[in-house]
């Protein structure tokens, strides 16, 4: 069978913190039943194993986090994701995101983004916890060095997510801290530079990547990190390391650590066409990717975000402002007079992405048409719970399996993978780092691609062929090429909210109104499209380009915690 993710073995790091001296002696050595102790992780090579196991996921520390499962890396598959944090979408019930895109998040109250710190830092206490146990498990030298090199790989993985959203971090090295620690030590509580967070977690990744497998070659290994995926994460951070927010690496070095998966012949573009990639749990394009099975599945999306006439709740529904960004299927923009737009039936002769990713007046969904117009329309505030209508005329299409129940889809929907790196981001990676380093159509040393035939690769992909770019291309043509393939191809897979950061242009993609349009059916059965307002308020300001430590952390630290600038 496949990996399944269980509820987390807990570790204990103390005993009772309050009251112990009203308690009595033998109260106190009563064994907890709900947890598993450290003196069993430590005795049995089963249950250690299943404690790194454990490791890829955290534990839930907000409402909502989480359904049917606990939470892994980033936000993944939630009711409200990540992107309705950034002009891909909005969450149409809030669910604490609309003061982040409103700009009023604050260290007293993150919304949805208040858990990353304090889940990150407890996943990396654990990670030390069971490196500073491993030498003395009785595994055999190729295990242990695999098992080693999965908890550096998490533990690199959590750091990623400090350093993407809070930048400079306490680097922990391998300290195992207790409560019983003295919190005078600043050590503790000191931040390092953006550089050294990122030196440290890539230099993690590279010991990792030596001691993992290129493939996980039993069933239930599938789902655990492979060298491919250390590769694909310091791929990911030296990009960012080399980007205007972060300034922190070079783009050259960006190029070889993308070329450094694209060398392993193990990955490519997936045949099966674009939008069945997400529903499909094993596939060349995915290089890591947390998988659910029947009994450990996530929030059920057809019905979180399926349109109201179906019976669905609406969720996460896009923004005109990245509908407006899909290119005409001949290559040109909607903004360019000779691209063949027409106003008047907006949605055809669009980038295949487009449908695949997001449904739209119109468009074929299950049984029948989408229907987003008034008046009347069954998918608009017309149709039935109308608490539910979109507030954009959109509803999201990417990741739904329309093979799943949206009605009563309880233990019977659910089983996507969420996929956190695939061959595509490193294709894009590459193409981004090379443009910068050395233009369009330079060969860099060690590869066989250019910035523009990367791109190519994921252009051309089966079911999408969009034209390729051309060859003579300027270097901030090509840049602009590399920002729409990142914008449309990897939409609602949690890159928007750190790209416009780290490319700082969050201060004008973010501070556009959340758009949207009203759609109206004409008595000779044709529609009008009328832009409107999905939600009021959008703002980002400087000191967003970087999220604010959570209070209660600086609260704990005695003050000594180092808060961002700006809040």
Sequence with gaps: MKLQYKTPLYLIICGAMLGISACKKDLLNVQATDRISTAAIEADTAVFEAFVTNRYIGERLQNKEGDGTNPGFGRGFEYSMWSSLTDESIYNNDDDTWLVQRGQLAPENLGGAGVLWGRSYRSIRECNYALSILPKMPFSAIHKARLEGELKFIRAFRYQDLIRN???VVLMGDK???LTDNLQDASLFKRATIKESIDYAVAQLTDAASKLPVDNDESWMLGRATKGAALALKSRLMLYAASPLYAAGTWADAVTAAQAVISLNKYGIYAGGYGNLFLNNVTNETIFERLYT???????LEIANGPNGYGGWAGNTPLQNL??????DNGKPITDPTSGYDATKPYEHRDPRFAATILYNGAQYRERSIEAFIPGGRDSKDGPDNWNTTKTGYYLKKFMNDGYPLQNPWGNAGFQPWIYFRYAEILLNFAEAANEAYGPDVIPSGSTLSARTAINLIRSRPGVNMPPLAVGMSQADMRNAVRYERRVELAFEEHRFYDVR???IADVTENKPAAGVIITKNADGSFTY?????L????FKPQHYWLPIPRA??????NQLQQNPGY
């Design 166 to 168: 809070y930048g400079g």
């Design 176 to 178: 195992v801290v207790n």
């Design 294 to 300: 029947k009994n450990d599945n996530h929030t059920h």
């Design 323 to 328: 509908v407006d960004d899909y290119e005409m």
């Design 502 to 504: 780290r490319w700082k």
């Design 530 to 534: 009328t832009p409107k307002v999905a």
């Design 536 to 539: 009021d308020g959008r703002s």
């Design 553 to 558: 952390e600086i609260q704990a630290s005695n």
